[in-house]
C-alpha cells in the first residue's frame, strides 16, 4: 500500500508541473502578442476633414463677372455633393457687413455645380457670371459666396464674400484686327473702337491686352499693356496656325490721376485673326563673286549669304552672256552648300558666263547674281 500511495501522489505532482507550465507558456505567449502585456484603451476614429473655401474671388472681363476660388479635398474629406453659388446684388452704398442669416435671406443661388464634377485633390474652380452691359445700372455691388455640401446634404459654412461693383463704361472690343508680314516680324495691328459696351462715347480706353492662341495654348504677349494699336511678334515660326484677339483696357470713371495701368479692366475679346505665316521671302542675291582659272579649270569664290534660314546654291553657266534666263544651265544636280565652285567641264581657250542664287528651306530662290567670266587657262 505504501509503494502505490508514493506512486500516486508522485504521478500527481508531474500532472501538476505540466498543467503549471502550460499556464506559464500561454502568458508569455499573450505577453508576445500584445506587445507589452497590456491592452490600450480603444481610439476614436479620424474624423473627416471638413469642406471649407474661404478664398473666393471675383474680377470682371468684358461682360462677364469670373468667380474662382481653390477646392482642397484631402483623401478623408468629407464626400461632395454639390457647390452652390450665392449672388446678392445690392446698392454701392450698402453696409459692407452682412451677417451669415441675412445674407442667406436674401441672396439667390445662381449655380448650382455637382460634385462628380470636381476633381479630387487640389483644384481651382471657375464660373462666369454674365452681364448685359446695355442694361446694367450704375452703382450696384454684386456680392457672392459658396456653400459646399456633403454626401448627406449637410451644408457646410458660407465661404467668405467676395465682392464687386462693375463697370459699365467698358471700351468695346476693338474692331478691324489685320497682320503684314516680313521676313522676321509678323505685325497684328488693330482700329480703337469708338464706344463703350453700354452704347457711351467717347470710348473709355487705357490701352490693350493682345493675346495668341497656338492650339490649346493662350499666352498674352505683352508683357505691359500696350499704348498703341500695334504690336510686331518676332517670336513666330512659317508654317504654324495662330490666333490672334485683342482686349481693350478701361479705367474706372472719372480715372483717378493715378491710375495705373495693371490696375484696369480687361473689356471684351476682338474677333480672332488667324494667321499661317508663309515664307514667300526669298534670300538676297550672293554678291562680290570672284572668279579664276588654272590648269584646265574655273574656280569661283563668294561671301556666305547672311540669312538663318539659307539653305544652299544653284551655280548657273551660259558660253553666252545674252543667252536667255533659261538657256543658262545649272551645274548643280542638288544644292550647292559650300561657298566655292570648281568647274572641270570646260574647253581651253573658252569664255564661260557665270551667276550664282541662294535658295532658303523653304525653297525660295533668290535672284540671280551679278554676271561673271573667265577664258580658261591650261
Known amino acids: 500500500m505504501k509503494t502505490s500511495v508514493g506512486t500516486s501522489c ?36 479620424i474624423p473627416r476633414a471638413p469642406l ?15 468667380l474662382a476660388f481653390p477646392l482642397v479635398r484631402p483623401p478623408r474629406a468629407e464626400g461632395l455633393q454639390r457647390i452652390d453659388i450665392f449672388r446678392l446684388i445690392e446698392p454701392e452704398s450698402a453696409p459692407p457687413g ?12 445662381i449655380s448650382s455645380i455637382s460634385g462628380e464634377q470636381v476633381a479630387a485633390g487640389s483644384t481651382t474652380i471657375t464660373h462666369q457670371d454674365p452681364l448685359d452691359l446695355r442694361q446694367q445700372p450704375k452703382g450696384l455691388r454684386y456680392r457672392y459666396a459658396v456653400r459646399l455640401f456633403n454626401q448627406a446634404g449637410r451644408g457646410a459654412d458660407f465661404s467668405n464674400y467676395a465682392t464687386i461693383t462693375p463697370l459699365t463704361e467698358l471700351a468695346s472690343a476693338p474692331p478691324h484686327p489685320s497682320f ?6 509678323l505685325v497684328i495691328t488693330w482700329s480703337p473702337p469708338e464706344t463703350n459696351e453700354n452704347g457711351t462715347r467717347p470710348a473709355n480706353i487705357a490701352g490693350y491686352n493682345l493675346y495668341r492662341k497656338t492650339g490649346a495654348n493662350v499666352t498674352k504677349l505683352n508683357a505691359q499693356p500696350l499704348k498703341d494699336t500695334r504690336y510686331v511678334d518676332k517670336a513666330f515660326q512659317f508654317g504654324v496656325t ?25 473689356g471684351n475679346a476682338s474677333e480672332t485673326l488667324v494667321v499661317t505665316p508663309k515664307d514667300t521671302f526669298a534670300p538676297t542675291a550672293p554678291a562680290s563673286i570672284t572668279i579664276a582659272s588654272i590648269n584646265g579649270q574655273v574656280s569661283l569664290f563668294w561671301p556666305s549669304n547672311p540669312e538663318a534660314d539659307l539653305a544652299g546654291y544653284n551655280i548657273y553657266r551660259a558660253e553666252d552672256e545674252a543667252a536667255p534666263t533659261d538657256k543658262w544651265i545649272k551645274l548643280n544636280a542638288r544644292l550647292h552648300t559650300p561657298t566655292t565652285f570648281r568647274d572641270d567641264r570646260v574647253q581651253v581657250g573658252k569664255r564661260y558666263f557665270y551667276q550664282i542664287t541662294a535658295v532658303d528651306t523653304a525653297n525660295n530662290e533668290s535672284s540671280r547674281s551679278a554676271t561673271v567670266s573667265e577664258t580658261v587657262n591650261p
Not at 452682412?98 to 443661388?109: D, G, N, Q
Not at 503684314?180 to 516680324?185: R, V
Request: hydrophobic share 35%; with cysteine.
Open 180 to 185: 503684314t508680314l516680313t521676313q522676321t516680324e
Open 98 to 109: 452682412l451677417t451669415e442669416e441675412e445674407f442667406a435671406a436674401r441672396a439667390t443661388v
Open 242 to 266: 495662330y490666333e490672334y484677339f485683342v482686349r481693350s483696357l478701361s479705367a474706372q470713371l472719372p480715372a483717378p490721376s493715378n491710375t495705373k495701368l495693371n490696375e484696369t479692366i480687361e
Open 52 to 66: 471649407v473655401v474661404n478664398e473666393l474671388s471675383v474680377t470682371q472681363q468684358g461682360s462677364r463677372l469670373i
Open 10 to 45: 508522485k504521478k500527481q505532482k508531474a500532472k501538476g508541473k505540466r498543467q503549471k507550465a502550460k499556464v506559464l507558456l500561454f502568458c508569455l505567449l499573450l505577453s508576445a502578442l500584445s506587445g507589452c502585456g497590456k491592452i490600450g484603451e480603444p481610439l476614436p476614429p
